[in-house]
């Protein structure tokens, strides 16, 4: 069973920054993706960033520009450096990983528990 555990959640005033990790029980490279969601209050979750097997990466319009996602292989970790930080971005956010598992294309995904992120005004 994979396993993937957040940290770096926290309250920041707007404008600041914080640095989210993902460690995961196995070689991240064994992913074919690994993604930043959020989820507000009253809201549904949103995929907020994505990286890919090999490096390629991909924002929401909501953060292009401020937030960063990279990824250290050899400490099976995954990053979001968040920047000019809004309160709007105020959300839990989760990490989660998916893995194509046969020719038919279904999916194995993997969620961590998820970090909480308050940003004030």
């Known amino acids: 069973q994979v396993q993937l555990v957040e940290s770096g959640g926290g309250s920041v005033q707007a404008g600041g920054s914080l640095r989210l990790s993902c460690v995961a029980s196995r070689n991240i490279f064994r992913f074919d993706a690994v993604d930043w969601y959020r989820q507000a209050p009253g809201k549904q979750r949103e995929l907020v960033a994505t990286?890919?097997?090999?490096?390629?990466?991909n924002y929401a319009d909501s953060v292009r520009g401020r937030f960063i996602i990279s990824g250290d292989y050899a400490q099976n970790t995954v990053y979001l450096q968040m920047n000019s930080l809004k309160p709007e971005d105020t959300a839990i956010y989760y990490c989660?990983?998916?893995?194509?598992?046969?020719?038919?294309?279904?999916?194995?995904?993997?969620w961590g528990q998820g970090t909480q992120v308050i940003v004030s005004s």
């Open positions: 989660h990983a998916s893995k194509v598992i046969n020719v038919e294309g279904a999916r194995a995904d993997h």
């Open positions: 990286m890919l097997n090999g490096g390629a990466t």
